[in-house]
């Protein structure tokens, strides 16, 4: 059977939170590697007007049937409200990275 591969976006408000968050779900065979970007500047609807705010992003690759875990994961170590979990699924690649990642989470 073939593994649905996915990348997940979420961001973070602080290094510290981004660091947590992406130890939790390697820790948990979750995620198979997690980059943190720094940097971003996020501009947003928030309760009715537009807010911005400076944030980390984490880029987590995984499968696809990871994810129900990766969600209640992330929101139980992040600060957010709503915290941003974007699931985008993978439609290819190299396939030992793809194995990699198999290999990871097993």
Do not use: Q
């Not at 065979?29 to 970007?37: D, E, K, Q, S």
């Not at 996020?42 to 309760?47: D, G, I, R, T």
């Amino acid at each position: 059977m073939k593994n649905i591969y996915t990348v997940v976006f979420v961001t973070a408000s602080s290094r510290g939170e981004a660091r947590k968050i992406a130890r939790s779900l390697l820790e948990k065979r979750l995620a198979a590697c997690v980059n943190i970007l720094g940097g971003i500047e996020s501009l947003f609807w928030w309760k009715g007007k537009i807010d911005r705010g400076k944030e980390l992003l984490l880029v987590i690759k995984s499968r696809t049937s990871k994810l129900p875990g990766i969600i209640k994961a992330v929101k139980s170590a992040h600060s957010y409200d709503v915290p941003e979990i974007i699931a985008l699924p993978v439609e290819g690649g190299y396939k030992p990275y793809l194995d990699w990642i198999d290999g990871s989470l097993n």
